[in-house]
């Protein structure tokens, strides 16, 4: 073990989360030699989960890309992230990264070092398959078709799964947020088998008691082993939704009742411990954002159809959340990336390529609360949406036609989020968005990057300055280190380090903390003004307050007026990541940046050295990931100097061309 991490990771914890992780590490050690636990199961089949009920012939429904997937999954044909339509193999390999080809050890789980690239490969493919989102896909494949093929299939992966992987053995019980994101899944996948009469008898008794006996096993391990403390994050609420979703589905267990209200309770306290009241996610990250929002949207509405709704404030967090995608997303439909993503759903209700998470969750909340706003950003009723509210949602958002309840906001001051920009929705939007907010949630900021004062800008559709992304997780350190690094954003780096100090893949030690020092609101409802400041370099031996102000003339000029208090002589270093889609030419003393239609004349400060990166892999610079695992060269300009005590600098960002 790496004792620098070590020490971190133990000074990010409180006295009594040491405390606890002692007395939960004696647990586990007893648990090695503890015998799965049991239950007395009552007789009958998995419950429906009480969801608003479906045409199963709606045209809303995809059924041609269901059955579509369906088939793939039962020839073993899969997609894993960047691998798609992989082979799986036969027996189906539950342990192997396919990735790098290493297969994970079949040992007890609290045994394994899951994060060791050496000893398991990259966990997130080897974790990916077993969520069991092909499952679902097979469950609606049987639902819309009663072929029982899709049963048969489900059937035998189903068995697979169970046989390669006992209670506790194995990668696959080392994350209790796996456990629950699996068990939940279970959960839906038996709520669509109930959608064809018989179709869960036809499983079978012997399988029906071997899936309500691994249900009971998932439900009991997830009880057991909660996140708590400095990581009470979104695993938490994961682990609390498989919860409630599996003692809903499977209440066959003395405990269902009292563990399923106590998964509502802590669901229901999580969703403002977690979301601020303005809609953004504490993790602060947009790539998270839907992923962490079905977490509290599902059991919701599962909640409403069990008659034990949740309370009208977790709904208005519900609703916050779907104002702050709606605001995010462009009028292409482009999100920008602010934080960790990793291409991680919590479920698969649309098996179509072009399915946009943040708009469903838009187009689902709309429906939800009766909101014409956001049913103008959704353009249309996806098909996740309408399995999850049915015919009575269809009725809603068709009632929905009508003139808006108000603009979107283009503030989110907890989250630390301001929007500027001009004809917002429409063809000629220009909108930038300007990054002052927390590096992250909880004392590990675990999923945040070092992207203090950043800016990004979207015009007429067109991504001009953009986040690069996240990359990857386990598998290249020095990338990791990379795309959540303040050179990666864009904003002011000072001697080549980070605003925010890493201690880990995901733990941060020293946190930069950014702070609005003024704002003047635009005549179109965002902002001409914008200035901010954070402390991030404080922890230098001579201090430095990075200050940035930045000028909207509500047409087609930004000023970017960046600003340095300090004492003695620092390098630094201001980048500007354009889109991989940008070209850029210099002419004279200005760059020309196109996308398309779209060109944007840059007029960088002067004393600068200033030059244009991509595709820079040592160190890595000039970059951006799309996808998790999938990365492309992309321009970035550069721009360095040293300096003596305090400087400004003025940076021009001009639109010249928007069709």
């Given at each position: ?7 971190a ?16 590490l ?80 079949r ?43 899709f ?96 003692c ?29 009241s ?68 919590v ?17 689902t909340?709309?429906v ?115 795309f ?35 704002s ?6 965002g ?23 930045i ?7 930004f ?94 960002f ?6």
């Amino acid at each position: 073990m790496n004792f620098s991490w070590f020490w971190a990771r133990l000074r990010s914890m409180t006295f009594q989360e040491v405390r606890w992780r002692a007395k939960q590490l004696l647990r586990e050690r007893l648990e090695k030699f503890l015998p799965p636990p049991r239950a007395g199961l009552s007789l009958g089949v998995p419950q429906g989960l009480g969801l608003p009920r479906a045409n199963l012939n709606s045209g809303y429904i995809e059924k041609a890309a269901c059955l579509e997937a369906a088939e793939k999954i039962l020839d073993g044909v899969v997609s894993i992230f960047n691998l798609t339509d992989i082979s799986e193999g036969v027996p189906i390999p539950w342990h192997l990264d396919h990735q790098s080809g290493k297969e994970a050890p079949r040992v007890y789980s609290k045994d394994i070092n899951y994060r060791s690239f050496e000893e398991c490969g990259d966990i997130k493919y080897v974790w990916e398959p077993s969520r069991h989102l092909e499952l679902v896909t097979l469950a609606r494949a049987f639902a819309l078709t009663g072929d029982s093929r899709f049963r048969e299939g489900f059937k035998s992966r189903l068995n697979s799964w169970l046989s390669a992987n006992p209670f506790n053995q194995g990668v696959h019980w080392c994350s209790a947020l796996e456990v629950g994101i699996r068990l939940g899944n279970w959960a839906i996948c038996a709520d669509f088998f109930g959608r064809q009469s018989g179709g869960l008898e036809g499983l079978g008794e012997d399988f029906l008691s071997d899936w309500k006996q691994a249900a009971f096993e998932h439900c009991h391990y997830i009880r057991h082993h909660v996140a708590a403390g400095s990581s009470a994050n979104n695993h938490l609420v994961g682990e609390l939704a498989g919860l409630f979703l599996g003692c809903s589905a499977f209440p066959f267990f003395p405990q269902s009742m009292d563990w399923r209200n106590w998964a509502q309770a802590a669901l229901e306290s999580e969703s403002e411990l977690q979301i601020y009241s303005d809609g953004v996610n504490k993790e602060q990250t947009t790539g998270y954002h839907p992923f962490i929002a079905d977490f509290f949207l599902i059991p919701g509405i599962v909640a409403e159809g069990l008659g034990t709704p949740f309370s009208v404030s977790y709904w208005d967090r519900l609703e916050a959340m779907a104002n702050f995608s709606a605001s995010l997303i462009d009028v292409a439909g482009n999100v920008p990336f602010v934080g960790d993503l990793d291409d991680g759903h919590v479920t698969r209700l649309c098996d179509t390529p072009d399915f946009h998470p943040h708009l469903s969750l838009v187009a689902t909340m709309s429906v939800i609360r009766a909101r014409p706003t956001l049913r103008a950003k959704a353009k249309s009723l996806d098909e996740k949406t309408y399995w999850l509210t049915g015919e009575e949602g269809l009725t809603a958002w068709e009632n929905l036609i009508g003139p808006a309840d108000g603009p979107l906001p283009r503030a989110f001051p907890k989250g630390g989020y301001w929007l500027m920009g001009r004809k917002w929705d429409s063809p000629e939007e220009v909108k930038l968005i300007f990054d002052c907010g927390p590096l992250g949630f909880l004392s590990l900021a675990a999923h945040g990057h070092a992207d203090a004062l950043s800016i990004q800008l979207s015009v007429a559709g067109k991504e001009i300055l953009v986040d690069p992304g996240n990359w990857c997780y386990f598998q290249e350190p020095a990338w990791r280190d990379y795309f959540k690094g303040t050179l990666a954003h864009n904003t002011l780096q000072v001697d080549g380090l980070d605003q925010s100090s890493s201690a880990g893949m995901f733990l941060w030690r020293d946190k930069a903390r950014s702070s609005l020092l003024s704002s003047e609101v635009s005549k179109e409802g965002g902002f001409s003004r914008l200035a901010g400041e954070h402390d991030g370099y404080k922890r230098l031996a001579d201090s430095v307050v990075h200050r940035r102000d930045i000028e909207w003339d509500s047409e087609s000029v930004f000023l970017i007026r960046d600003s340095v208090v300090a004492t003695e002589a620092h390098n630094y270093s201001l980048a500007f990541h354009f889109s991989e889609q940008c070209e850029i030419e210099k002419e004279g003393l200005q760059f020309i940046v196109s996308n398309g239609p779209v060109r944007v004349c840059f007029s960088p400060p002067a004393g600068w050295d200033a030059r244009i990166v991509k595709g820079q892999e040592d160190p890595p610079l000039g970059w951006r990931a799309t996808r998790f695992m999938v990365r492309n060269p992309s321009p970035v300009l550069l721009l360095q100097r040293s300096e003596e005590g305090d400087w400004e600098s003025l940076s021009k960002f001009e639109i010249t061309h928007l069709s």
